[in-house]
């Protein structure tokens, strides 16, 4: 997948482009950030556990795989968002994958989520493999949800109490989009 440039809603350009190991750094620092600035996400500031060398293989892995990809949202060379896909590792899974996203709270509300998903559709549709895209959201995120269903995810059901965060429980919703060919 190659470089692709948008403009936001505020005038400035979002670059999207696949993570490489070298971004390693700057990404454990965007995901400290990010996690403290939304309990949507599945993980809490200090929790997210990756090492630099750890997350630089993780990187190097992803970009190895054709049925993964983890997409880097930069505006200004500054990481704005992130979106990570993994397909299933065996032959009867490796269409099927469930991504999760992430952007910097002072990028919310300009397009960059809605950018990232096509970005990550488009790369799916191109790659011929990935035949459905899943994503799990909380129940109470209509926002997120609302972008999902534009896209055209479906739900597929609810997962009763899967999130836990500060000793309250969150229902999430499993969504998926299937792709021509599924």
């Known amino acids: 997948m190659n470089s692709n440039t948008i403009s936001l809603k505020d ?5 999207i482009r696949p993570a490489r190991p070298s971004d390693a750094a700057a990404l454990i620092a965007y995901v400290e950030d990010v ?22 293989k993780f990187l190097r892995g992803a970009a190895a795989a054709d049925n993964q990809v983890y997409l880097l949202g930069l505006v200004g060379g500054r990481i704005a968002a992130a979106l990570n896909f993994a397909g299933g590792k065996r032959p009867r899974t ?3 994958g469930e991504f999760g996203i992430s952007v910097r709270k002072e990028f919310w509300n300009l397009g960059v989520g809605s950018a990232m998903l096509d970005a990550l559709i488009e790369w799916a549709r191109r790659g011929g493999i990935v035949r459905k895209i899943g994503l799990r959201v909380r129940t109470d995120n209509p926002r997120a949800i609302a972008l999902y ?6 739900r597929e059901g609810t997962l009763r109490a899967e999130l836990a965060v ?17």
């Open 11 to 15: 005038g400035r350009r979002l670059e």
């Open 166 to 182: 500060g000793g309250a429980f969150y229902d999430l919703h499993a969504m998926a989009l299937f792709l021509q060919g599924s």
């Open 94 to 96: 490796r269409h099927s």
């Open 149 to 154: 269903e534009k896209k055209g995810f479906i």
């Open 35 to 56: 996690c403290a600035e939304s309990d949507n996400l599945t993980f809490g500031p200090g929790e997210f556990g990756m090492t630099l060398v750890q997350e630089m």
